[in-house]
């Protein structure tokens, strides 16, 4: 069941944001979308194919999401030349090979692993896809021809305490450092919030949850979480992808949707509890289950080393990093991904947070030097 959004604003009682991306920048591009299979990459094909861009390439390991991503972009915008791509992000030769076929003039980077407890359990898996992925597609962009480069991140990126959180930050700030160097890659950030209805969120958990009458689950009764509309995230990555956006310093920033205020899950749970009980049956009760690993009771838009600034388009911001922060080297990269495939997850954990500290506070490794 797919919710209207008109009725998840009313869920999360707040309005939407919609967000007006230039056609201008978008007709006529040759795109390439990673992850195109998950719900993000699904939702910004459909988008991208009715600014009818010259080509449109779907990139991703999925080959049944592939095939539906396909054929809905098809039936939907039948005039436009879309291709599939079955390829992981973390094979930086086979990258490149896609991406020297189509030579994409912007590249949206969706691709990743999502799942914070996951990628406690399974750090490799993580640093190797959401870090070196991203670095990848930057790396294989560059390679053939350059262009835009948008990395969708989250806002797990701020104060990470999660695997997660941290590739996702050290991938944001890899991203800053190709912006810099004023190479052939114009290179940009978005932080995402929770993106109300994608797959695996609670949303369709709560939705099934609720059809079947059993029980709805929440992990904690003080959660609370930032939500964002599936149409406002495509908009938000779009104003990336179209607007020559740069911050006080002369980089590309990290941009976010105001999203208002975070919204307490349980009262989430308890509103969809109401909406969608069907008639005659008694509501789901709600159960508290507890914290998954790497869970955060609460999330935040920037922490210390950030300061959020209006972007200059209503309902955007953007982060400016409050110093300047050491370049995250191609040296760290490739040593961290050896770390990912020969040693154990403890030392991985340990050494992801090291580089992420090392890079936010180059003054302490100068001074402790």
């Not at 795109?31 to 094909?45: F, N």
């Amino acid at each position: 069941m797919t919710i209207p959004a008109e009725v998840a604003a009313k869920l999360l009682r707040r309005p939407v944001r919609p967000l007006r991306a230039s056609r201008a920048a978008l007709e006529g591009r040759r795109i390439v979308i990673t992850g195109a299979a998950g719900s993000i990459g699904r939702a910004l094909a459909l988008r991208l194919a009715q600014f009818q861009p010259r080509s449109l390439c779907l990139v991703d390991t999925s080959d049944h999401g592939l095939i539906e991503t396909m054929n809905a972009v098809a039936e939907a915008s039948p005039g436009v030349a879309v291709s599939e791509r079955l390829c992981d992000v973390r094979d930086l030769s086979r990258l490149t090979q896609v991406f020297e076929r189509a030579q994409p003039e912007l590249v949206i980077h969706a691709a990743a692993l999502k799942y914070v407890h996951l990628g406690e359990r399974h750090p490799g898996e993580c640093v190797l896809t959401n870090l070196i992925g991203a670095r990848n597609a930057i790396e294989a962009l560059r390679q053939t021809g350059g262009g835009r480069f948008v990395l969708i991140s989250t806002d797990k990126a701020a104060s990470p305490t999660s695997v997660m959180g941290a590739c996702k930050r050290l991938a944001e700030l890899y991203v800053r450092d190709v912006a810099a160097r004023q190479s052939n890659v114009q290179a940009i950030a978005v932080r995402f919030g929770n993106v109300f209805g994608s797959r695996g969120s609670v949303v369709p958990i709560f939705l099934d949850q609720i059809r079947r009458g059993v029980p709805v689950t929440v992990t904690h009764p003080d959660m609370e979480r930032y939500f964002m509309l599936l149409e406002e995230a495509v908009d938000l990555i779009l104003q990336a992808a179209s607007r020559e956006l740069v911050n006080e310093q002369g980089l590309s920033p990290v941009l976010l949707l105001d999203m208002g205020e975070p919204l307490p899950i349980i009262e989430l749970a308890q509103r969809m509890v109401e909406a969608f009980t069907p008639a005659g049956r008694s509501p789901s009760p709600i159960v508290i289950t507890g914290l998954k690993e790497g869970e955060q009771l609460t999330e935040q838009l920037q922490d210390e080393h950030e300061v959020l600034l209006p972007a200059h388009v209503d309902g955007l911001w953007r982060l400016q990093p409050v110093a300047p922060a050491r370049a995250l080297s191609e040296a760290d990269l490739t040593s961290l991904e050896g770390t990912a495939r020969t040693r154990s997850d403890a030392v991985l954990r340990q050494r992801v947070f090291a580089l992420l500290d090392q890079v936010l506070r180059p003054q302490n490794q100068a001074a402790a030097g």
